[in-house]
């Protein structure tokens, strides 16, 4: 974060401009430069994302726009950039052009439709607190899409850094392929400038992340193309931008559009809830305060409603660029909108000069993008860490290369989802004994952490049963069955003490699933107590459904030694282990 003291966290009460509330004019050296640095960064990016959404560059201008000034008035958090960005452009671009079959107007136009879909999504969600759906995609997952992602940005550039006409497939593969058989026909201006910039924004972020490597290639690249003439020798350039001026207007919206592209809104959104909440919790507006992602959300939502109406496409908050406007000593959403003022003076003065622009250059820009999202870091951390979760990343990675990348994406969420349902479909549930000379109840097969193991003792007659997740209709099978499973396998069981610690939420059927349990193994002769069960909804939910009353109040606990050591029926000799 800057230096200084913490900027005083926004209000959550008032909703415009809650993020500038307060501001000093101390700040606005900080702000300045940020903006600055910022436009530096964000101005070849957000071209560049156009370019990846098959969207005019204005476009990518209109978007950075619109989601900075929206996020501004109603966002919450001070740091936050919002704009066109490379993760969800790729997701969207290939269905708008199969839907939009070659006509720019219509590509556009769905392109509003979707970006009002998103946002209308993301404003909902905020405003029902539902911040948590952020929390649905695991990391594993989200490493692998982005990867896939990374891997089809780069793949769909290497035309236009070769020099080379583009493949119609539309599978990742078959382009692949085709970009190797054209090898012999790369134009050898583009290959050097395309080269030239990667290596020019790559060395510029080893330097400095603050160094605007990707304009400097741009600008150098244009110069070139200026002087030398390229343009007559086969390189593609960019066109003159036309002023950045504002035209509100609704997309023309037929109803067979939007439920086509629902499914696909749905997607974009889960994506921009995950990166906004990463974002926003990275960057907190006051370090050590949880932010209000939720807000962040209608921040976001906001910026792709008005985008949606100024005939640009769906945005998200970035990483990079926030990360600039911190690094650079911003205080506020006064940054972004400097940034906004700054861009759009260029686009009116100097927009001529984008015509010298060569495709090859921005390509470079979208490749290095690319290889910012392709997180191995976190791939090599997650494989040390657990060799299931690996697996999670390579069928990500998989889904989103092996099938259209909406499909895919969609797929890597259910993935996600799924592996998260296993999870508390099969939680551990541990038998426990006491640590010798201790009143504690711990697993036996487990590594005391941070001292050397003890030995354990078991008392006769009780058995200790602890499941390690809330109680729900997707796991009462389950733990009903380690139950019974451990009942056999230890034999001579007077008293079961269900240790509850980690019982967080006891749902209808779970409940039931327990009481029934209860009934059936008293009819055998074994009584049941529960101990620790300390979560407030799990013990609302014990009393409201019967649990309570079926187990006794007098065999409710709030340890395990203290049920063991109440119930009459239990021996109080330890046999040790």
Known sequence: MSSGSPSPRPSTSPWLFASLRGYKWSWLSGDIMAGLMLVAIVLPGQIATAHLAGMPAEAGLMAFAAGSIAFAAVGGNRFISVGADSTIAPIFATVIAVMALGDPSRHVALAAILALLVGGMLVITGLLRAGWLADLLSVPVTTGFLAGISIHIIVGQLPGVLGV????????LLRFFDVLGKLPQANPYAVTIGVAVLA????????????PGALFGLVAAALATWQFGLAARGVETLGALSAIVPSFSLPAIALDDIV???????????????????VARAFPSTPGVAEDVSRDFVGVGAGSLLAGTTGAFAVDASPPS??????????????????????????????????YVPRAALDAVLIYIALRIFHLGDMIRIARHSSGEIYLVAASIALVVLLPIQMGVGLAIVLSLIHSTYLLARPNCARLERLKGTTVWWPPQHRTIGRSSAATETVPGV???AP????TFINADYIRGRLDAALAETGNIRLVVIEAAGITLIDYTGAQSLIETIERLRHRGIDVALARLEADRAIAAAQRSGLVDALGADHVFHSVEEAVQQRPAVSATATER
């Open 165 to 172: 006409a583009a493949s119609p497939d539309s599978h990742l």
């Open 200 to 211: 020019a924004t790559i060395g510029a972020h080893q330097l400095g992340p603050r160094i």
């Open 260 to 278: 086509a592209l629902l499914p696909l809104a749905a997607t974009v959104s889960l994506v921009c809830m995950m990166q906004t909440a990463a």
């Open 322 to 355: 926030t990360a600039i406007i911190v690094d650079a000593g911003g205080r506020s959403q006064m940054a972004q909108l400097l940034a906004v003022l700054v861009i759009g003076l260029l686009a009116a003065l100097a927009g001529a000069a984008a015509a």
């Open 463 to 465: 058995l200790v049963f």
């Open 468 to 471: 390690a997740a809330p109680l």
